[in-house]
């Protein structure tokens, strides 16, 4: 009976050698979890963060482009109004000559003494009126189209840049 107590020994020292062992590697175990825990942690932190400043760059961006297209917008709006304004005032200037020229007619009509003098001059009258309204339409038109591209310029430019922006990452 002696032996049992050697052996029980025995059988305890290597139950408590196991056990710490155990202890040692679930220790290691879960020193090594946590840390590999960590760094995949802070590597998607790292890629949520890099995601979310792509975002709010490209957030901002839109939000710049936007202004710019208001901007450009407003620009195009502008150069529109006041440019009408002086297409008006030429159209006005036109009407007011051709009525003063039709005065100046009628009073040379006022004043015939023979058909032949009022054919004449019904003739000359219509003759300038024509030419006169033939030239200052195509003065007006040249103004019109002058106007259409002043006021078109800033929208182009945006469109310019909006496919030269947008475009690349299509391309590449």
Do not use: C, W
């Not at 009022?118 to 000359?124: E, H």
């Amino acid at each position: 009976m002696a032996a049992e107590p050697k052996e029980g020994k025995r059988s305890i020292a290597l139950v408590t050698d196991n056990a710490a062992k155990d202890a040692a590697q679930a220790k290691k175990f879960m020193e090594d979890g946590a840390g590999q825990a960590r760094a995949t942690m802070e590597k998607n932190m790292e890629q949520v963060t890099k995601t979310a400043e792509g975002f709010f760059k490209a957030a901002e961006e839109a939000a710049e482009f936007g202004r710019g297209n208001m901007e450009a917008m407003t620009k195009a709006a502008q150069t529109f109004a006041v440019g009408m304004q002086d297409i008006g005032k030429q159209v006005f200037a036109v009407s007011q000559a051709l009525t003063d020229h039709a005065m100046e007619s009628a009073k040379a009509m006022a004043a015939v003494k023979s058909l032949k003098e009022a054919a004449d001059i019904q003739a000359a009258f219509a003759k300038a009126s024509m030419e006169r309204s033939m030239s200052e339409a195509a003065k007006l038109q040249e103004a019109t189209f002058k106007l259409a591209e002043q006021a078109y310029a800033p929208l182009t430019a945006r469109m310019t840049l909006a496919v030269e922006k947008f475009g690349k990452p299509l391309a590449a």
